[in-house]
């Protein structure tokens, strides 16, 4: 590839930043953003250089306006399939964002297949779609937290290596510091039953944390959607198959995502018990009046 340009991808993913990781050995610069500020991104970017989208989209309603700036999309959340039928636009629910950034760098000949990438997207893949298997990626995805992109970009910028000693001994302290993490925030969820027998579960998180496992013991524990907040007022939202928690986020948090993981943000207002009362009452009054 001779003409550099940008990807905008998701901010704090371990999917995002495997695409990212992708971009830059295909000689492109990575732009993370939130999901719900990457018009802004484009807004704020010169034109004269390709600009492809991994793993986020943009509203339909900004299309008139951006779709041209884009040199190619590809996302797997289904709040993006309305974007499906748009040129330069591939929605595939079934592959993770950077598989099908990889995919999509290995047809256009920027990075060669390699046994190393495809073992770090298909672990990747597992864990973001919560895929049997998941657990080289969930560990992988426990590193990333710890150390940041700059570590993981360091150590896995040409696919996957085997981990040091010392990344051995800190994944096994991270493990045991999850454990207590999880087990302290199930503990304090606060539980919301539906008169038509759904249940809410909600937790205001004291840090930055592992959200699936928090969300899914509590799945386990009967919640149909679990609200979690983090202490910078984004949200995350898990649900059983009696909930879509993508449509609630879009319709009630300026977010979305997948059917059964999305994510958001607090309409105002610092994270709180009290915020956290405020946004379950407002997804059951959803859940209420939304149509089937």
Not at 25 to 35: D, I, K, R
Not at 119 to 126: D, S
Not at 230 to 255: H, T, W
Request: hydrophobic fraction near 45%; glycine fraction near 6%.
């Amino acid at each position: 590839m001779t003409e550099t340009g940008w990807l905008i991808t998701h901010d704090r993913c371990l999917d995002g930043a495997t695409a990212a990781l992708l971009a830059e050995a295909a000689s492109l610069h990575p732009l993370f953003v939130e999901p719900d500020r990457v018009v802004p991104a484009i807004a704020g970017l010169a034109s004269d250089k390709p600009l492809y989208l991994a793993d986020v989209s943009i509203p339909l309603s900004a299309w008139d306006t951006y779709g041209e700036r884009i040199t190619w999309l590809l996302d797997h959340h289904q709040s993006a399939l309305r974007l499906a039928a748009k040129p330069r636009v591939t929605i595939d629910l079934s592959r993770s964002g950077a598989h099908l950034w990889y995919d999509f760098v290995v047809e256009q000949g920027w990075v060669k297949p390699s046994d190393r990438w495809q073992r770090l997207v298909y672990a990747v893949e597992r864990y973001d779609l919560w895929k049997p298997r998941h657990a080289a990626g969930e560990n992988l995805n426990r590193l990333f937290h710890a150390n940041g992109w700059d570590w993981y970009r360091q150590r896995f910028s040409a696919g996957w290596v085997p981990y040091t000693p010392a990344e051995a001994d800190q994944l096994a302290h991270l493990i045991a510091e999850e454990r207590a993490y999880v087990a302290r925030h199930v503990k304090d969820a606060e539980w919301r039953a539906l008169a038509d027998g759904l249940r809410l579960a909600g937790v205001v998180l004291d840090s930055e944390g592992p959200v699936n496992q928090v969300s899914h013991q509590l799945i386990e524990r009967g919640a149909d959607l679990v609200l979690t907040i983090k202490p910078d007022g984004r949200i995350s939202a898990r649900s059983s198959s009696r909930v879509d928690a993508a449509k609630v986020m879009e319709a009630n948090f300026q977010g979305g995502g997948h059917a059964r993981a999305a994510g958001g943000r607090l309409p105002a207002g610092e994270p709180s018990p009290t915020a956290l009362q405020e946004a379950l009452d407002t997804i059951a009054a959803y859940l209420k009046s939304a149509p089937e």
